[in-house]
């Protein structure tokens, strides 16, 4: 057995002791594993066997060839030093993923119902070998919680070359994970050739700036490859035959996402005609639904999509599209008109069941992010639940459609995953734990067995280079590959760390740049219990809302709850105002008051922002106030994150207090956590 790079099987099994926790070293945590006693020795002259045939055999070899390993052929009637990966009927389940994994001293043997619970079967035994040439004996019975374990990776906010595409799909493989949902066209780029529409690369594949806030003060304008310090790329009809082949091999299926009608402001900028305001087109992302020609060009994208993908899905996006233009423009108010609609909702609502039909036409499925769902969308899409406060994953169920549960709360990688002051920039706050705490089935469930399962997503906006994107995927990709594969009750956070200890050296002897997670502060300290104050359970009156639907914290008890708010603003401790915030709380009765603060958090690139104006003022009687404090600073836009506390001290007496706190940026939202009153 010789490695790819010249070292030898002695240095890859050179540890010569029997694991002791032989559960400690596998991600994700197999389903049922029983420790026999001996070992399985691997060396030199160990063979391998296997009954598959045709394609994949031809694929299996070409992806053992790819492995820094050499195994001698062996033939079925062997039985000492062997290995044999046999497809055969498995008595315990149907599943077409599951393995039965059987180490005994003189043979190794991995039986499934399919090649794919096979190549699982040899993963495990990959990661058993990892360290150890010696590999205890045991039995393992395997199979996956769900059917659906995704990475997504957004390449148009950032390129990222095919050869790291590659590797990740060699990494993904190893920790079974088996979808890599390609995010191939945004705002920050088109990133596929197209043969009917070249200008989608050749004029908006490459920027003047690699970095996204750059970019912007430059108006956000394309360039072309040839331009004095073009950023950018693409991947050609050939990088992406390879990239399926060499997923297919992997058992990885490769479903692209061309995100439609919204963040199509690449589509606009190669073919302003497809925009509502065609003279305008550089301010919408937006492609206008009442053109048909808008039609014609989604479909002939997506024919040259299906013709290279073999998947049965595609993901036509369908996110965050910005309705209101479309109320602006004669050509859609047409459409509304002759198909009798009654909002911009039911018009989007119709372009995405006109692309569903067309993709069903073809035999496909179409995904869509949940937003699909705020309209009277084809029970055949697939939902990809994405925004927790609507809780989209269980409004599809209820609905009867397939989901696949990718919430922000707990599955996206471009949050912190620890005390954002010790991080590279990034949005709200998911360390590894609650990641792997995630459950993709809803408490209320009716029909679990239309949760395809859960993705990890990785967007790019703050994600420039390869080494970052493995920072950020990594180890909470491998959380996601738990919660997709083993039952929950057989997950526990604790053991999970010990095995990403290993899985970090295992990530980083591959080349890869994971958070170390003994680097880890963990939470926000002040946040880990509740805290005592006097206007704890108080009533809260709002004088201006708190309008940020996905910044509601626990509704009008947040500021009195007694919890301050972790290092992430989404979730319940936190509460959002788009503009000012003013309200007033009243402690009950006239009492001595010593201190009131409050704290804001800033995250530039999610738009929060510490107040640039704050006033506290205090009131006996609730109708006459006077001024306790005041206070003007204008925002840093420097400070990438900052929770920033702001307040009064002294000797007041009030029953009523009201607190303003205003921003400094005309597009700044302000979002404050607890209101503490001593
Ligand atoms: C999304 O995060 N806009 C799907
Ligand atoms: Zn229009």
Redesign the pocket.
């Known amino acids: 057995m010789k490695l790819k790079n010249g070292f030898c099987i002695g240095l890859l099994f050179s540890a010569f002791f029997i694991v002791g926790r032989t559960n400690a070293q596998l991600i994700p945590a197999p389903q049922k594993l029983i420790r026999q006693k001996g070992a399985f020795l691997l060396n030199t002259h160990t063979k391998l066997y296997t009954n598959l045939e045709g394609k994949e055999k031809i694929l299996f070899d070409e992806y053992l060839h790819s492995l820094p390993i050499r195994l001698q052929d062996g033939n079925g009637k062997e039985d000492t030093n062997i290995i044999k990966l046999i497809i055969s009927p498995l008595h315990a389940t149907s599943d077409k993923e599951a393995y039965r994994l059987c180490v005994q001293p003189d043979k190794i043997e991995v039986t499934a119902n399919t090649g794919a619970g096979l190549f699982y079967g040899f993963q495990t035994l990959l990661q058993l070998s990892h360290s150890e040439k010696h590999i205890p004996c045991m039995e393992i019975e395997d199979k996956p919680r769900f059917a659906y374990r995704g990475f997504m990776l957004d390449v148009s906010r950032h390129f990222f070359p095919k050869d790291f595409i590659l590797k990740m799909l060699d990494i993904l493989a190893y920790y079974k994970l088996n979808v890599f949902h390609f995010h191939l066209a945004d705002t920050g780029g088109w990133r596929i050739e197209m043969d009917k529409f070249p200008n989608l690369t050749k004029m908006t594949a490459y920027r003047p700036a690699e970095n996204l806030g750059e970019w912007w003060k430059m108006g956000n304008v394309f360039c072309s490859k040839e331009d004095a310090g073009a950023y950018g790329g693409f991947y050609t009809k050939e990088d992406i035959r390879e990239i399926i082949h060499y997923a297919t091999s992997r058992h990885i299926t490769v479903i692209p996402e061309i995100d439609l009608p919204g963040?199509s402001r690449d589509v606009l900028c190669a073919y302003p005609d497809l925009a509502c305001d065609k003279r305008n087109y550089l301010n919408s992302n937006e492609l206008c639904i009442g053109k048909e020609e808008t039609f014609r060009f989604c479909e002939k994208i997506l024919e040259e999509i299906m013709e290279l993908f073999p998947c049965d899905y595609i993901h036509i996006?369908g996110?965050?599209a910005n309705r209101n233009i479309w109320n602006a423009c004669p050509d859609c108010r047409r459409r509304m008109q002759e198909e009798q609609m009654e909002s911009v909702v039911d018009l989007q609502n119709y372009f995405t069941n006109r692309i569903e039909k067309f993709l069903h036409a073809h035999g496909k499925t179409m995904i869509g992010?949940d937003e699909i769902l705020d309209g009277d969308v084809s029970k055949r899409a697939v939902v990809?639940s994405?925004r927790e406060e609507i809780d989209g994953g269980g409004e599809a169920i209820r609905r009867g459609h397939s989901v696949i549960m990718s919430p922000?709360s707990h599955c996206?990688l471009d949050y912190y995953q620890d005390k954002p002051a010790t991080q590279p920039t990034a949005f709200g706050y998911i360390p590894l734990e609650k990641t792997y705490g995630f459950e993709p089935v809803p408490p209320t469930t009716t029909d679990s067995s239309l949760i395809l399962g859960v993705q990890g997503?990785l967007?790019t906006e703050h994600v420039p280079t390869a080494s970052h994107a493995e920072y950020m995927a990594f180890p909470r990709m491998l959380a996601i590959a738990e919660v997709g594969w083993t039952d929950s009750n057989k997950k526990s956070y604790p053991d999970f760390y010990k095995r990403v200890l290993q899985a970090t050296d295992y990530l980083e002897s591959k080349g890869f740049h994971p958070f170390r997670i003994t680097d880890e502060e963990g939470p926000r300290p002040e946040a880990k219990k509740p805290i005592q104050h006097l206007a704890v359970g108080k009533k809260v009156t709002y004088l201006k809302p708190h309008n940020m639907d996905d910044l509601k914290g626990a509704g009008e008890l947040t500021l009195t709850d007694g919890w301050l708010g972790d290092w992430g603003a989404y979730g319940s401790r936190w509460q959002g105002y788009y503009g000012d915030m003013d309200v007033v709380i009243d402690l009950d009765s006239v009492q001595q008051i010593h201190s009131v603060k409050a704290s804001f958090m800033q995250v530039p690139p999610a738009g929060l922002w510490t107040p640039g104006q704050f006033e506290i003022y205090v009131s006996e009687d609730g109708e006459s106030y006077r001024a306790l404090y005041e206070k003007t600073c204008r925002t840093d836009d420097t400070v990438k994150y900052e929770i920033y506390q702001q307040g009064w001290q002294g000797e007041a007496q009030a029953r009523y207090i009201r607190l303003r706190a205003m921003r400094d940026l005309s597009w700044g939202n302000i979002i404050c956590d607890e209101i503490i009153v001593q």
């Open positions: 963040h996006g996110d965050e992010w990809m994405w922000t996206y997503n967007w």
